[in-house]
């Protein structure tokens, strides 16, 4: 059920600094959302865009939506050491697929 | 969002034995609840989609006869791993998938908290 790359597959930052990822697909979909699993845990919802949208806020984190490309990315601005997790990608076609998710550590 | 509770949280066994997972969406009625696998520094695997009332889909190279699904009601999917082996050890997530409206985009998946299974 794995569709989806992220890209990187690793990132190391400096609490404060920026983050981004990015997650590229292969087949049309209807939404994208990304989600945060922290080691050893479920998966957390964090936000959903439509295909018909091209960006999309909340709080610190900012998707964007290119379907031309394929491609979306997720921004964490302000990084807290908290935010150290792995996060993945997840398209809504007739299923769900998901990336091979980017493991994002913040470095305190 | 919806919430999903998974029990056991985490689970060790010996080989040979099964053991089952629940996996209860606790705030609205799932007819559809989905069942994952992870391994370690991996994404998650699609294993099968339970259906309440009816038979359980199963993804390609899933032995539905190891994984045994069952969706009694609509809160309530099953997984059941049948004689476990070493190779079973992973991480099983359970999903429900909260709709609203027609189409599909703004379809929305909540994952369950996980159980870690571990054979010996």
């Known amino acids: 059920s794995q569709q989806g790359e992220e890209d990187p597959q690793a990132l190391s930052i400096q609490e404060g600094e920026n983050a981004t990822m990015n997650c590229s697909y292969k087949?049309?979909?209807?939404?994208l959302q990304w989600y945060r699993q922290n080691s050893g845990r479920g998966l957390v919802h964090l936000i959903l865009?439509?295909?018909?949208?091209r960006e999309k806020h909340s709080g610190r984190l900012r998707v964007t939506l290119d379907t031309s490309k394929k491609s979306s990315s997720l921004l964490i601005t302000a990084s807290r050491a908290a935010d150290t997790a792995s996060y993945f990608c997840a398209t809504r076609g007739n299923q769900f697929y998901f990336g091979t998710g980017t493991s994002l550590t913040v470095i305190p | 969002g919806a919430v999903v509770s998974q029990h056991p949280s985490w689970v060790i066994c010996k080989s040979g034995t099964s053991v089952k997972i629940e996996c209860r969406s606790l705030?609205?009625?799932?007819?559809?609840m989905f069942w994952y696998r992870q391994f370690p520094k991996q994404s998650l695997m699609l294993m099968a989609t339970s259906n309440e009332g009816s038979k359980a889909t199963y993804e390609q190279g899933v032995e539905k006869d190891k994984f045994l699904i069952n969706h009694a009601s609509l809160t309530l999917s099953t997984l059941t791993v049948t004689s476990a082996h070493p190779e079973d050890s992973s991480f099983y997530i359970c999903?429900?998938?909260?709709?609203?409206?027609?189409?599909?985009?703004?379809?929305?998946?909540?994952f369950g908290p996980g159980t870690r299974l571990t054979v010996l």
């Open positions: 087949t049309s979909i209807n939404n």
């Open positions: 999903s429900v998938i909260q709709t609203s409206g027609r189409h599909s985009s703004t379809d929305t998946q909540y």
């Open positions: 705030d609205f009625q799932a007819t559809t």
């Open positions: 865009i439509r295909s018909n949208e």
